[in-house]
C-alpha cells in the first residue's frame, strides 16, 4: 500500500468535519481532487458555477451547517463571484475550494491558471489562502472551516493547484472544529434590561440573524413578557419572528423617514441580529430622530456603522435568552398596526397580490418559502404571512438576482422533510434557471412559482420614482418558463386566468418531485417602498 495522499488525508478530514455533500461545477483542474470518488461522498452538480454557490447557500441556510463547494479555477471561480458575494451577505458558511494549475506552470501564467487566486473572492470572503505547500492543504480547509462557523459566520475561499493533490501527507491531520456562541457582557446587558423595564412602549427590530440561529421561539418568549411589539428588520432575508403574531407590527422599509416614522411611537428600540438600519433609497433625511437605541450583534462591523445606540456585542440567541431572565414581565398594551389588507379580487390579468393569496392558501404546513420578487415584495407581506419559527422564510440579502431558483434546490436537498415554495420574478429566474435541472436530476421536493410581468419591474419604477423616464434594457417578454423547466425533466405548467391558479398550483404542490407554476400576472406594479 503506497503513501497517504493530500487526497486521502484532505477526504479523511471532511468525513471527520461533515462536509461529504459538495456542492461542484468540474474542471480539469478539478480532476485530481475528483477522482475514484468516494462512495460515502455526494457531489451535486450545478450547469454553471454562479447557480452551484446559490445552492450551496440556500443547502446552509436551511441546515444551518457549512457546506463544501468546488470550483473550477479562475474562469469558474469567476463565474461564482456574484453568489459569493451574496453568501457573504447572507452569513452563509461555505468553505470554496478551487482548482488551480500545476505549480510549475504558474511562473508561465498558463492557460487556466489564476494569477493571485487568493486576492480574487476578496473582499467578499471571510478568508482566502493558496497553501505555500501541498502538504499544507489539509490544515488550510481546517482553518478555512473554522473561519467560516465562527461568528458571524460567511464564505471562505482555497486554492489547490491540481499537482498537489497526489503528493504525499506529511503533515499530522488536524482537528477542525466549531466554535460556539458567544454571550454578552453582562454590565451591558443589566443596563438594558433596565432600560427595557423603565420603558412604556418598547419595540424589537429583529433581523435574519435571529432565526439563523434558531433563535425565533426564544424571541417571541421575550416579546411576550415585554408586552413589546416586533418590527422586521429592513431587508431581512429570514423570517425571526411569526408574522401572525398579535405583537408583531410589520416590515420596516428601506428607507430613512419611512424608519423614523414607524419607530416614532416608541421610547426604547432594540435591534436584534441585523444592521440599524438597512437602507435602498434615498428620499432625504427624517425630520425626527430616532428613539433610544440598543443593537445587540455578533459582527464587530455592524456596530461600528450604527450611527446611534448603544451596542453589544453577543450571538443572538444568547443575548435573548440571557435578556429574558433580567426583564421584568409586563403587561403592556398591545400597540396598533394597520389593519390587514382585504383579499385582493380573482381577476384576469393576474394581480401578483392574488397570486401570492393562493400561495397562502394552499401552503403546505411547515413549508420553507424562498422567495425573490423585489417588485411585488409588498404583496409578499401582505398575503403570505410566514408563520414558521425555523427556516420559514429565505431570500436574497445582497441584491444579487439569480439567488432564488437555486437557493430553493439546495434548501430543498438540505431538508428534504420540508416541501419547498420558492416564489419568483421571472427577471431574477433567467440568471440561474440551470438549477431546474439539478432539481430534476435530485428529485427534489421543490415547487417553483414564476411570477411573469414581462419587465425589469423594480428597475423601471425606482428608476420613476427618481425621476427617470423612457428606461431602457428593463422589457423582458416571450420566455416560455413551462418549456424552458419541460426541456430539463421538470414537470411544468402556464397560467393566464386566475380561476386556473388554484388548481395548476394544488397540482403542483402534489407532485413528489419539483414542479414549475408559470403565472403571467399585470405587468404594471405601481410601487415598491
Known amino acids: 500500500m503506497g503513501n497517504r495522499t493530500v487526497r486521502d488525508a484532505t477526504r479523511e478530514l471532511l468525513r471527520n468535519l461533515g462536509l461529504t455533500t459538495v456542492f461542484g461545477n468540474p474542471g480539469t483542474t478539478e480532476v485530481a481532487f475528483l477522482t475514484d470518488w468516494p ?5 451535486v452538480l450545478g450547469l454553471q458555477e454562479s447557480a452551484v454557490v446559490a445552492m450551496a447557500d440556500g443547502y446552509a441556510q436551511a441546515t444551518r451547517k457549512p457546506v463544501l463547494v468546488n470550483l473550477h479555477s479562475a474562469g469558474g471561480v469567476g463565474h461564482s463571484l456574484g453568489h459569493v458575494f451574496t453568501a457573504f451577505r447572507n452569513r452563509a458558511p461555505l468553505i470554496v475550494l478551487a482548482g488551480q494549475q500545476t505549480r510549475s506552470l504558474m511562473p508561465d501564467e498558463p492557460f487556466l491558471g489564476a494569477v493571485e487566486a487568493a486576492n480574487f473572492p476578496r473582499p467578499y470572503v471571510k478568508w482566502s489562502i493558496e497553501p505555500a505547500r501541498a502538504e499544507d492543504v489539509p490544515a488550510a480547509i481546517a482553518h478555512a472551516y473554522h473561519v467560516a462557523t465562527q461568528a458571524p459566520q460567511g464564505p471562505v475561499f482555497v486554492s489547490v493547484p491540481v499537482d498537489d493533490w497526489d503528493r504525499e501527507a506529511t503533515m499530522p491531520l488536524p482537528t477542525g472544529h466549531r466554535v460556539p456562541g458567544f454571550a454578552p457582557d453582562p454590565d451591558a446587558l443589566t443596563a438594558l434590561a433596565a432600560a427595557l423595564d423603565g420603558a412604556e412602549r418598547p419595540a424589537l427590530v429583529v433581523g435574519a440573524s435571529v432565526d439563523g440561529d434558531g433563535a425565533v421561539p426564544d424571541v417571541v418568549a421575550l416579546a411576550e413578557k415585554l408586552g413589546a411589539g416586533v418590527w422586521a428588520a429592513p431587508m431581512s432575508s429570514r423570517c425571526s ?3 401572525d403574531h398579535e405583537l408583531f407590527l410589520g416590515f420596516l422599509q428601506p428607507e430613512r423617514r419611512a424608519v423614523a416614522d414607524a419607530l416614532q411611537p ?32 455578533d459582527d464587530d462591523q455592524i456596530l461600528a456603522r450604527a450611527g446611534n445606540g448603544t451596542g453589544i456585542r453577543s450571538t443572538p440567541k444568547l443575548a435573548i435568552r440571557a435578556l429574558a431572565e433580567q426583564v421584568q414581565a409586563a403587561d403592556r398594551p398591545v400597540a396598533a398596526k394597520p389593519a390587514k389588507p382585504a383579499k385582493p379580487a380573482e381577476t384576469t390579468p393576474i394581480s401578483p397580490d392574488f397570486a401570492y393569496s393562493v400561495v397562502a392558501d394552499l401552503l403546505p404546513g411547515n413549508a ?15 398575503h403570505l404571512p410566514i408563520t414558521a419559527t425555523d427556516t420559514g422564510f429565505l431570500t436574497v440579502a445582497s441584491g444579487t438576482l439569480g439567488y432564488g431558483l437555486p437557493a430553493a434546490v439546495g434548501a430543498a436537498m438540505g431538508r428534504p422533510d420540508r416541501k419547498v415554495v420558492a416564489v419568483l420574478g421571472d427577471g431574477s429566474s433567467m440568471y440561474c ?4 435541472w439539478t432539481a430534476a436530476r435530485e428529485h427534489v421536493p421543490v415547487t417553483f412559482v414564476i411570477l411573469d410581468n414581462a419587465q425589469y419591474a423594480a428597475v423601471r419604477i425606482l428608476g420613476e420614482d427618481a425621476g427617470g423616464r423612457k428606461m431602457p434594457g428593463t422589457e423582458l417578454g416571450g420566455i416560455d418558463f413551462a418549456q424552458l423547466a419541460l426541456s430539463m425533466g421538470c414537470p411544468a405548467s402556464t397560467v393566464e386566468h386566475a380561476e386556473d391558479l388554484r388548481p395548476a398550483l394544488a397540482a403542483a404542490l402534489a407532485t413528489a418531485g419539483p414542479s414549475l407554476v408559470h403565472v403571467k400576472v399585470d405587468p404594471n406594479p405601481r410601487t415598491i417602498y
Open 368 to 382: 420553507i418559502v424562498v422567495e425573490e420578487t423585489p417588485s411585488h415584495r409588498t404583496g409578499l407581506h401582505n
Open 39 to 43: 462512495d460515502d461522498f455526494t457531489y
Open 266 to 297: 416608541h421610547d426604547l428600540v432594540v435591534v436584534l441580529g441585523a444592521p440599524a438600519f438597512t437602507y435602498h433609497v434615498y428620499r432625504g433625511e427624517p425630520e425626527i430622530s430616532l428613539p433610544p437605541l440598543y443593537l445587540i450583534s
Open 433 to 436: 434557471v440551470q438549477a431546474l
Open 241 to 243: 419572528f411569526p408574522e
